[in-house]
């Protein structure tokens, strides 16, 4: 598989967002990236379930959701009816993390875990088989825009060896600060998905730049 690119919207124009879903639908993007933050676990407000419902009234590719809040287990069947395909949670924001995987699987959702950059791979180990996918973190959570933190190829070369040993099928995806300047070497690190926010929806034509991501 080549890698898959995933424009997220909390760096496209919120006044003109039926616009913006328009141009990834008509790109060469895979999925729609949409991070929900509480102001809790991360110092930033986003846009929650009534945006993600008309969101998905657009969308015509996968709908990738990151929550970034606490206790996230109190929303998994609104984030499966607003129309989430991939429901991620933070590792950081779980108690019991086992549970809430089996609870978004039981919504028929693929289940996803997040790591801040802080928090090493091996902390998946006991639970990397029951994932479906992945996220790295590479820039702290919270706000688009920020650098890329290069402690990250070493956390994909690390994930890559857990998932082949344990017979995972999970895929490896990377958030924040991706570019064309990082985008083929996280890619010959071993990365599936890469989010990008800023790059895409900043450049001058986000149409081509989701192109050359995804041709690099
Ligand atoms: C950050 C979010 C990212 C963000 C990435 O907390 O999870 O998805 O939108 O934005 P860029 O690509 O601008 O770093
Ligand atoms: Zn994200």
């Not at 110092?43 to 959701?65: C, L, R, T």
């Not at 949670?89 to 995987?101: F, P, Q, S």
């Not at 875990?113 to 919270?142: Q, W």
């Not at 490896?172 to 599936?192: M, Q, R, S, T, Y």
Request: charged content about 25%; proline content about 4%; some cysteine.
């Amino acid at each position: 598989m080549s890698h898959l690119i995933a424009p997220s919207i909390l760096a496209a124009d919120f006044a003109n967002l039926q616009r913006d879903i328009e141009m990834v639908n008509n790109s060469e993007a895979d999925w729609f990236h949409i991070d929900v933050m509480d102001g809790v676990f991360v110092p930033n407000i986003s846009f929650g379930i009534p945006v993600i419902k008309a969101i998905k009234k657009h969308a015509k590719k996968v709908m990738d959701v990151h929550l970034m809040i606490v206790d996230p287990d109190r929303y998994i069947t609104d984030f499966k009816k607003a129309g989430a395909d991939i429901l991620t949670v933070h590792y950081e924001a779980c108690n019991h993390l086992h549970r809430t995987v089996q609870a978004i699987k039981a919504e028929d959702m693929k289940a996803g875990v997040s790591l801040n950059p802080h928090t090493p791979v091996s902390v998946l180990e006991d639970i990397i088989k029951d994932l479906d996918l992945v996220l790295i973190m590479s820039v702290n959570p919270g706000f688009g825009g920020q650098s890329f933190i290069e402690n990250t190829y070493k956390k994909i070369i690390q994930l890559r060896v857990l998932i082949e040993k344990s017979g995972s099928n999970a895929v490896i995806e990377i958030d924040g600060g991706v570019n064309d300047k990082n985008c083929p070497k996280l890619v010959a690190a071993g990365a599936d998905v890469l989010v990008a926010g800023s790059f895409v929806f900043k450049s001058d034509n986000p149409t081509d730049t989701i192109a050359k991501l995804r041709g690099l």
